[in-house]
């Protein structure tokens, strides 16, 4: 199996203006592309661009001004604003490297979303070079390999971990390469940004809509290696089994790998226990998938909710009662593209963490 994936995509301006300013500054020069123009061709007054694109005339001044130390645009005294030589100049490109699971290869629903993540962090740092690396079973020397090879050759400007092992984030906080890691992070580890749903209100959500439906037999469906979101979704979901004055063995917690078949069983072993579990939380889609399979074939598809944690996309229709982020994917990839900006450039960080807020999506049928 291919394991690397490269999607040409190219460079922030390294200067110490505002994030604001740099993407207005792409804007323009997308816009100037768009209308075909080249190299001598006169160009709008800061006036007419601040209004047809709905910037402050102080932006659009700003904007136009990174433009010029690009020389993309040219401004003759007297004369007016011009495009500039730069415009026909290759651009170079920003290497961002995402590091995921294996399995995230045959997820198209989550590829689509990358792809959109993508976007959003092109709208702040301009074109990157982005390289997908699916990692298999958390290899560590597989990604020191790939770190190894891309740093010598200049290649790795930053890197974004998904899902990644304890050892993966230990690896990248010392390694000195700008990294952002999609999930939550050690209090030992002081060199990483990091982006994470709150996952103490997934589980109060999930588990809330469970017991409003008077499942008081619930259980966890997690992976078999848990990670600091772990922890979080369960004492979430403790909460709200505290409120509820549930005892304690009203929750059974199971973990398994990502085999269909392990699932499988899993969830037969738990439909055949003497008070069987109604309600389900599972950490994604697919093993929601394998426990309603196992509900069918037990005959317990009627009495049965299933949940989980990761909605793959807002614009998709979401078959289980899932968590959903408040904010778009694009949105989601333009904060990963601050975030990486301030890395790469040395700027201030405002944070090296973000609580994404979420909300409780449930399917129309329900």
């Not at 932006?59 to 040219?74: C, H, P, V």
């Not at 995402?98 to 092109?122: C, M, V």
Request: charged residues 25%; proline residues 4%; aromatic residues 6%.
């Amino acid at each position: 199996m291919k394991h690397s994936l490269d999607i040409k995509a190219t460079s922030p301006e390294k200067g110490p203006e505002s994030m604001k300013v740099i993407e207005e500054a792409n804007k323009i020069e997308r816009h100037i592309r768009a209308r075909g123009l080249k190299p001598g061709d006169r160009y709008m007054t800061t006036a007419e661009v601040g209004e047809m694109m709905s910037m402050s005339l102080v932006t659009a001044q700003r904007a136009m001004g990174l433009l010029a130390k690009r020389n993309i645009l040219e401004r003759r005294r007297r004369a007016g604003t011009f495009i500039g030589k730069g415009l026909e100049a290759e651009q170079e490109s920003l290497n961002i490297h995402f590091f995921l699971p294996e399995e995230s290869h045959t997820d198209d629903k989550r590829q689509a979303n990358y792809w959109e993540q993508i976007g959003g962090i092109r709208s702040v740092l301009g074109q990157i070079s982005a390289h997908f690396h699916f990692v298999p079973n958390q290899n560590i020397n597989y990604v020191q390999g790939i770190v190894q090879k891309t740093s010598d050759a200049n290649l790795m400007n930053g890197a974004i971990l998904i899902l990644p092992s304890r050892e993966m984030r230990a690896y990248f906080d010392q390694s000195g390469i700008p990294t952002i890691v999609e999930g939550g992070i050690e209090a030992d580890l002081n060199n990483l940004c990091w982006m994470q749903w709150d996952q103490i209100q997934v589980g109060r959500l999930l588990a809330g809509w469970l017991l409003e439906r008077n499942h008081r037999h619930i259980a966890t469906i997690m992976r078999d290696t848990w990670s600091i979101g772990e922890h979080l979704l369960h004492d979430g979901i403790n909460e709200a089994f505290s409120e509820a004055y549930l005892p304690s063995n009203s929750m059974r917690m199971r973990s398994a790998p990502s085999a269909k078949s392990a699932l499988m069983e899993m969830a037969r072993d738990l439909f055949r226990k003497k008070n069987p579990p109604t309600g389900f939380i599972c950490r994604n889609e697919f093993q929601a998938d394998c426990v309603a399979e196992a509900a069918r074939e037990a005959g317990f598809e009627e009495q049965t909710d299933i949940t989980h944690c990761n909605a793959p996309s807002a614009s998709e229709k979401n078959r289980y009662t899932c968590a959903m982020p408040e904010i778009s994917t694009f949105e989601f990839g333009k904060i990963a593209g601050e975030m990486l900006h301030s890395l790469i450039t040395g700027s201030p960080l405002a944070s090296r963490g973000r609580l994404i807020p979420v909300r409780l999506q449930t399917p129309s049928t329900l």
